[in-house]
């Protein structure tokens, strides 16, 4: 079995990226040979040299990766993969993805995969949706989920459906607490989602500076990972 994580997240813009980075970074510092792969990039921007990714520049700017292929399709359109690749008029083929997941899972001890959008997002037309990738790499998943008022439906609606597909769960990360104005819902958020759905929280991260993955600016991501992630439980059974 692969050894790694499917990050998803209860939303599009939520972290998925920044944890993605973030995790990968500070499991190589750790001396663990974790390596990021980002499936299909939407919302791609055509550069000098052909479309950039800006999920896997982030990440290869927080992380120090080898040079490797990251991410296997990247579509400009800001959309659904599936979405996306049909403006683009690029086919998505899942044995092509299974094949770049497969060769970083014999190079790597860990991949970190993330998915795009929330957890119901289709890959390839309107049946197959990313749930069945994850069942594909048969990897467990992370939810990164925001911290403030909303997102307990969210969080819950997440876990319980990625639970009746049969998916694992490692734990939940909440990804943006403004720590100098705490709300209440961002105090009693992780407790009440932990109290009903028994999924463990593996980290809360405050909001950080100058963090932008449009732009490629990572602040203090790697800091705010490493000060903020129960590595212990994370790695626990991996
Ligand atoms: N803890 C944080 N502090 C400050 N900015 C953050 C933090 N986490 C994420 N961001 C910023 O919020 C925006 C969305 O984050 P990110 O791109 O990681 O979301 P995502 O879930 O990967 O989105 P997508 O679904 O598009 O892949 C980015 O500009 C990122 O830089
Ligand atoms: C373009 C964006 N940044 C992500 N890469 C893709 C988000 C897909 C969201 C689909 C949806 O739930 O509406
Ligand atoms: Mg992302």
Redesign the pocket.
């Known amino acids: 079995m692969a050894k790694g994580f499917f990050i998803i997240?209860t939303d599009?813009?939520?972290?998925?990226?920044?944890?993605t980075a973030g995790l990968t970074g500070a499991l190589r510092e750790r001396g663990i040979d974790a390596v990021p792969y980002k499936p299909v990039q939407s919302?791609a921007v055509a550069g000098e040299d052909g479309l950039r990714a800006p999920?896997v520049e982030f990440y290869k700017k927080v992380a120090d990766l080898p040079d490797d292929k990251f991410n296997t399709y990247s579509l400009v359109p800001p959309l659904a993969p599936s979405l996306a690749a049909e403006l683009s008029q690029v086919s998505i083929e899942i044995d092509k993805i299974k094949e770049d997941f497969v060769s970083l899972c014999v190079k790597y001890q860990i991949v970190i995969v993330?998915g795009?959008?929330g957890l119901f997002v289709p890959l390839k037309g309107t049946g197959f949706l990313l749930p069945d990738l994850i069942k594909e790499f048969n990897l467990p998943v992370i939810i990164?989920a925001r911290p403030d008022l909303g997102t307990i439906n969210h969080t819950v609606l997440t876990v319980r459906c990625a639970e009746q597909l049969g998916l694992k769960i490692k734990g939940i990360i909440y990804?943006?607490f403004d720590i100098n104005n705490l709300t209440l819902s961002e105090k009693t958020n992780p407790e009440i989602i932990e109290k009903m759905t028994n999924i463990p929280t593996l980290g809360k991260?405050?909001?950080?500076k100058d963090?932008?993955?449009?732009t490629c600016q990572i602040?203090n991501t790697l800091e705010?990972i490493k000060n903020n992630v129960d590595f212990d439980l994370l790695l626990n059974n991996t």
Request: aromatic residues 4%.
């Open positions: 997240g599009t813009g939520v972290g998925k990226t920044f944890v919302g999920d993330e795009a959008g990164v990804n943006g991260i405050p909001k950080g963090i932008d993955i449009d602040g705010l």
